[in-house]
DNA sequence: TGACAACATTGGAACGTTCCAATTATTAAA
DNA sequence: TTTAATAATTGGAACGTTCCAATGTTGTCA
């Protein structure tokens, strides 16, 4: 009994029935005696059966692997963890299973994990695509007719479904925030050039300060990497021009947090001396000291949105490239300077 | 040809070869003549094959279905997330894939989890189980021979290889630092106490006490739910204690930012005024604002161990069980007080 | 009683692979 | 030239399930 795995058959001999009764007991069919169905269920359980979904979609070699590949770019950032735990969330309760892969922002790596995913024969893939990821990359899988949602990141001239964050919303909301408290010349800092989000941030940027009046000065548009030390760098720069900028939308929260720290390491104080706006507002944004003035994008609700979307298109069979622009918010704390001090704004001279 | 996938019989008729010649490629046997392996390969590309791994650990019905489950009891705490990444490392390279899902602390959601991953075949599982798991529900993994390895958190009883920190040693090492800076009242802050890693982490608090020289004070050990909430409310009550304590020592990182926030609150400054030491080391530790003294421990590393030690059982077919104790170390940083005007750090009379 | 539903049940073929034993082609030794 | 050994290749059975068409039971109605 150690040796050899329950089958199908061994339940059908010790109930008395055909494996082929036991089969339809196994798929819920109401075609089955309902003593039978009992006795089945018994039997399966008495001696320990564990379904063999391998077996099981061998045979019906649809779509029905009940498998969904997720393949995420960065799991140790938070944005992207929450992002698969929503994914997980819908999947789970669909009676899927998530088969996770991290891909480091590397490439191939990432064709790896997707190649593996497709031997294992899963109905559909989320993905947060590595940075550079080609149209190329997913083509076999759309030949496929395998489904396939990108989730924050566009990958341009797939013909794939997506769920992205309103980019071009959310930095106008925070550029737009910024001249409301005054300012005049405000940069925008951080970010990789070559990226979809880039584009769409920077169009919003500029579509803000056109709407706002204000001049738009390209030198006050400083990339960097995406992360603290980025901004750490960037804000430096900003610093160093002549007509310095006295406020910065960014890339993102770990650029705002860099920025911060540049502020700071020329002893000026975000919020009071010059500010600082972020955009995704991660867990730390609101415990910072000071607070990050932030653009809010819901990951696990994306995360969400996107495997509802991928399963209506698994069940739909084939179904048309979708695109879900999933809305944003201006969160007000402290480093914009508008909650200086509870109310009474002070602003030096 | 959209219709049907491409299987090894279509390969091996393209290539004028039987499918069992195709299969030896596969496989990488030597067998075959080099010339047919080239041919054989070639045309695997031109008709974008993709193996059906389904079906081959259908036939070869031995654990050698190359995936390994991984359960995670909260994937949006990034210890946990570095946990995940840490394992995925080592099960990718080795050609193994990685099935991961999310408990959120929930054991019917954990027993589906596992429910499902053992109908997928996995051959392996590590996890780090919800709260209040149970041996019984190790049981029949471990009946089915397959190995497991719990990380982080014990699970008593259970017959299975376990990898976590040095909790003991983790606790004594804070305990010890606090007193060589001059704190006689030294108190423990958080945790539930129906845990296994809490009775280690307070067996360690116990030993340190003595250890110094102090006298133990049962008052000052006051567990909380182990969160940034929890440590509010249980410094609170430390406080309220007539001999309060001067410092403590907490269950993890989350509890400590709590006791930091609680002291604030009743303008007591972290570091200066009470001492503070957390234990996880979560990226936040070093970033926060006073940079927090805590006992580090390497989340990624102890899931790449507890990684290689699951392939190793795996390969070995059937394994003992072995337990492994991470190691840990104390980072001094602000909140303990030992680097106070470090530099020039400048802070009010 | 026979005919006809409706309900339950069933054997066998298929899914795409691997493994085994058997076969053929090639080379080396006698 | 024959024999033995080696190198390549092969057809078929098996893995555990699902599906199909067929069969066996009832019960109802004329």
New interface residues.
Partial sequence: M?KG?VTVIDIAKAAGVSKSTVSLVLQGSSLVNDGTRAKVNAVMREL?Y??????A??RQ?GSK?K?IGVVVND??N?FF??L??GV?MVV?SAGF??????TSENLD?QR??I???????ISGLIMSPARATEAADLK?LV???IPVVVAVRNVPGAKVSSVVSDNREGIFAGVQHLASLGHRRIAFIGGFSDTAVFDERIDGYRAAIAACGLELDEDLILPSAPSRAGGVDAIGRALAIAAAPTAAVCFNDAVA?GVCDGLRAQRLEPGRDFAVVGFDDVI?AK???PALTTISVDPQGMGRRAAQLLLKQISAGRAEAESIVSSVRLVVRETCGANQAGGSNRRQA
């Fill in positions: 150690a795995r320990g564990v379904y063999n979904r391998g077996a979609n061998l070699s692997s498998i799991l140790t938070g963890a929450e698969a735990v997980d789970q299973v998530q088969f996770l892969s991290n790596r790896e994990v190649a593996s995913m497709r031997e294992h024969g076999p030949a496929a007719g947090f730390e415990a910072a000291v």
